[in-house]
């Protein structure tokens, strides 16, 4: 039986956990008995070992290699230091690759904060059109400074510019402004994308891209201001706090569990008032090294060391943004702490705008994009794609809403190469752009968007979107085992930490806040272990005042080995054997983790919701069947209520291919299609005709017939059903326009029940004749079926 399955048939919390743990310990040492194996067999020392000449002559080539590189590595981390202090001394502007002007500085706003817009400059040879859809780049604001999403050519930066759109940034700056909520942030990015609109008055609306905490920003500012929104793009953004990966050993989310294990949001206050009133990112930052400790302590040094000849530039361009370490107010991280990495209430409904309204995602009415990894970490899949479940009782509510949501799902890359990976902008992120074109030609729903690689012309890469319609049941069983019971213990960690958070605010914190002061908070600051690290190692020291000149002199006689060196050979064995051991004990630290939070909390949590859960349960009995919600049935009782716009959406529906993925092509093809009929179509934004659509998708769905029945009931003018005729003889004669046997049935069908004059009977239902079609003018070609495209 696998473990999976002892799980599931498994009451026992104390048996689940035990169970997950000896799974989880017989990974760990399975991956490091395998990782010694490949180090030892990579090293193959056994036909040079035999020859004393040979050892003799490579280990004393060694020896100057290895002082050579030890010099050139110190050197570098000093040149690190070095760009530490400059950047800092700068006012740590943000790590744009590409050049920008500022546009507006919250700094300046009526209720100041210490963000800015930027406008970023095309780089020469790249043009940019005006009346494109302008893109908005959120940030995260997690401990680093901005530029994550434009740090490279190949960013999201870059790939937006090249395909023609104006792009902003969001940046923020390294000091908090006094008194500055996340709720004035979120006014001041309202007033951001405001301004975007009045530079770009004949484009649509902005796309909002946000990257981690950028993400969750950018719901936040969708929800607040949705008529100024256009489409939302959310890469590796956590919007679901307590989902996250429990089986079969398959997936580690020890951040997941660190607010409990730690007792809630109390710690963050503390670590405020220490930094009198403020909280240092590095704090945050420190948390993400702790994650790897493989790659933290070891691997990312050893990998500078081995390549030290070619791998500086790309280290110190990374260590440039990893470490700009930012500030935040105490009101900012209590917020985050207690509304969203513990309370989890971003989706629930709990949070407040600065009005007083409650952000309900809900009200976004643009297209959302949901891009996850499930390499990732920090933020798995689940943090990501869950609070769709939760918000929307049904895929027919999403509909009904008339709302479209797209999940990207990555297999293995971790959580900064969603932001910084070339691959990835050069792939995911440029066929979001894409995408973004003609989203909003996309029916209301859930969709599943995948990308296939194929080979192009001069063997580029060229890539295929397709669209998978998707249901929520589908989304749940596809991230989430178990029915999500493993989240139920947060339950408690969200009662306990409120306990904690008051006892500290009543008990400690009136002593911390009397002995702390700027100086204490500015020297706190400057012996954070990893701002320390780096100060330390630079020209202030005087100790390294010889490794400067030592370095040139080193490049200027340097004498690397050859790969087949014995004494190389043993060096990266014994570097892979360090390694894995670092990841062994990370593994099992994680493990132990993992059980202590279930161990503590699944037990508090059993005695604290029992009562609760059953009282909910009488509360709010399941539906059995979906024509049985209240969407559905309003719906229904509307079957024969609308006019033109409705008819024509019903149209659309009843014609739509089922169980097809929709191309990307065929999207575009549609968008095009609407440009040139647009003197027939109704005058809608696309807002309210993906409202409009997804109420008659239900109707479709559930009274197909009626639905045909009634058609006439919404063309009560003349004028609507000459319209209608129009356009449809004009698809007919559309050579675009690839339409199936069965579609041409439909349509067939659509136009003898358009030519029925409405009655007051609901249930009026037209003839169906055989033969011509009745679209007027025209025979219906029977030759004209072709394969769907």
Known sequence: MDIGRQLANSHDIGAKVSLLFRKRAEIAQRNLTEALKDASANSDLSAQTVDPTRAWTDWMS????????????????????NNYLKHVQAGQPPLLHFEYEMVMDGRKLARPVNYALLRITPPEGVV??????????????????????????????????????????????????????????????????????????????????????????????????PDDTGPIVINGAPMSYWGGAWQDGAGDNPMRYAGGNLGGTWLSSLAAD????????????????????????????????????????????????????????????????????????????????????????????????????????????????????????????????????????HEDIGHLGIFVSGKVAKKEHAQIVSVLKSIEMLPPGLYAMSITEKPGHHGAPEYEVEFHERTLEELRGRLNRFERADEEPFEAVATLSEFNQRAYELFMQPMVQATANEYTAKLQQQLHPLRWQRWALSDLNPMLAWVGAAAQAVRAQRRPVNEDNVALKLEKANAAAISAWLEYVRALRDATSEAQFFMTYASVFSLYVADKAEAEAAANPPVAEGRELPFVKEALASIAEGGYAEALARVACLMARK?????????????????????LLPDLGADEWRRVRGEQDLIVRYEPEQALATLPQLLRSPADRDRLARLMRRVLADQRVDLSAHQLALLDMVGNAAENKPDNRPDNRPAVRAGKSTVRGRAKPAARSRRAA
């Open 128 to 225: 940019v059109d005006d009346t494109r859809r302008p893109y908005i780049i959120i940030d995260p604001r997690a401990g680093h400074g901005p530029g994550i999403g434009g740090f490279k050519d190949d960013s999201q930066v870059g790939v937006a510019l090249r395909d023609g759109h104006p792009v902003y940034f969001v940046i923020f700056f390294r000091d908090p402004e006094p008194g500055q909520t996340l709720l004035d942030v979120c006014e001041a990015e309202k007033q951001f994308v405001k301004k975007v609109r009045e530079l770009h008055p004949d484009s649509p609306k902005p796309a909002i891209v946000g990257n981690c905490q950028g993400g969750w920003a950018a719901m936040m500012l969708a929800a607040a201001d």
């Open 62 to 81: 060694y020896g100057v290699d290895a002082v050579q590189r030890s010099v050139l590595f110190l050197d570098t981390l000093r040149e690190r230091g």
């Open 659 to 679: 169980g097809e993925p929709l191309l990307l092509s065929r999207l575009a093809m549609r968008q095009q299609l609407m440009k040139d009929y647009g003197d």
């Open 274 to 409: 220490l930094g009198n009133g403020v909280f240092d990112g590095a704090h945050l930052v420190q948390n993400f090294e702790n994650l790897n400790l493989a790659n933290t302590f070891w691997d990312k040094y050893y990998n500078l060391y081995s390549k030290i000849d070619t791998e500086p530039p790309r280290f110190l361009e990374f260590e440039r943004w990893w470490g700009g370490f930012f500030l935040m107010n105490r009101e900012e991280i209590e917020w985050i702490t207690r509304n969203l990495f513990v309370g989890n209430k971003l989706w629930t409904g709990e949070t407040k705008m600065a009005g007083g309204k409650a952000f309900d995602l809900r009200d976004i009415r643009a297209p959302i994009i949901l891009f996850a990894s499930m390499g990732d970490n920090i933020t798995p899949p689940q943090q990501a794609f869950n609070w769709v479940g939760d918000i929307y009782g049904s895929t027919y509510e999403i509909k009904a809403r008339g709302q479209v949501i797209v999940g990207l799902l």
